[in-house]
């Protein structure tokens, strides 16, 4: 897959069924798994909000995310599966297995994607979750459990910069007092755009399932950073989901004439800022492997060429998989913070603006896929996460365990983002061969 000619790759993914299957390896068409069906549903679902750089723009609850929902729902009654759609707008389509007694398993992703996003993020792990159905169909497969394939709705977020919003609902987090006073950047409110999908607040309460009656939720994912690529692995077995914490600082020092105020008289809050600023990443490696501390957002004030800056806040995005290192994390950047204020004379504040727990992932799930790897012959690879996904979201309530698929560059929420449809479907047969040793 690569740019030839220093072309726009986005430009040449259309079509896109065609560069997939260019050089798929068909050998991976078994078991009921079929490359060129998986092809074919990736490049119906871009032709969904596709834009002019050939990306997708599907923001959540918008008409191009539900035309993409409905599209799924055809091939999932096609599938045999029943399908509901519940007062979020998520999409379920359940096969019901032959141990009613045995708990449900959900796998699925999302349809939603950023503006001018990719092909793949979400959109894979919806359809890879049922090509598992379509192969377990087509081989005559009945699962003792029962199994639901999942569309959450507005996983992104590009609509009210919050995201995540359809698994929320399911299991009930859903901070309806924050969600209402939410506006898109049309200025419409949350209960209106709820509404131009034909959806309401009511119903988005009461999309809260019982968590209780399901065992696990799997999801499939592409990888969105260089690490399987690397080392040239197909797919990868996630460890855990950080959760990320915004901690946003503020140092204040006294903002004055830059030609008037002599150097040993100055409380320049900039100055300041900078040096945490270049401490900040030298903390994580100290915690964890996984650790990571990110300053993306500024904001200095007055912001006078000749003026001495008074106040700077910025903020910092901290994330690690456990939960006790992203808490040590977070204390290590807090004290960098006061103690260069000190040293600068500065005056500092903070607040935590969220806190996301981080979601392990159980041993016994790892070492099941890594098994599952094994088996497929695909060298087992451990990688974290540290975006979040829906299976963040589920795995407040139940076990999740998340497959990641290699992405080409580690390039996503891009028009060429880009995952080689062999690894795609080495990763269905993966969840496919891990959902049949859960039964
Ligand atoms: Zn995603």
Redesign the pocket.
Known sequence: MNIQGGTFMGEQQFPLKKRLLANYDYSFDRHGVSGDRLASRLHQLAQIGLTADNGSNRPGFSPQELTAKKLVATWMEAAGLIVTTDGAGNVFGRLEGNNPTKKTIMSG??VDTVPNGGHF??TLGVLAALEVVEAWKKTGYQPERTFEVVIFSD??GARFNSGLLGSEAVIGASQINEKLQLTDQDGYSFSEVLQSVDLTVEGYLASERDMEEYELFVEV?IEQGKRLERNNIPCGIVTGIAGPCWVEFTFIGEAGHAGNTPMNDRKDALVAASEFIQLVPTIPTKISKSAVATIGKIAVKPNGVNVIPGEVSLYVDIRDINKTDQENLTTQVKEAAKEVAHKHGVELTWEEKIRVSPVPIREEYQAMLKDVMKEQEIEPYYLPSGAG?DAMVIGEKIPAAMIFVQSKDGISHRPDEWSDLTDCVQAVHVLKRFLEKQQ
């Open positions: 992703s999302h993020d979400g996983e992104e994912h996904h």
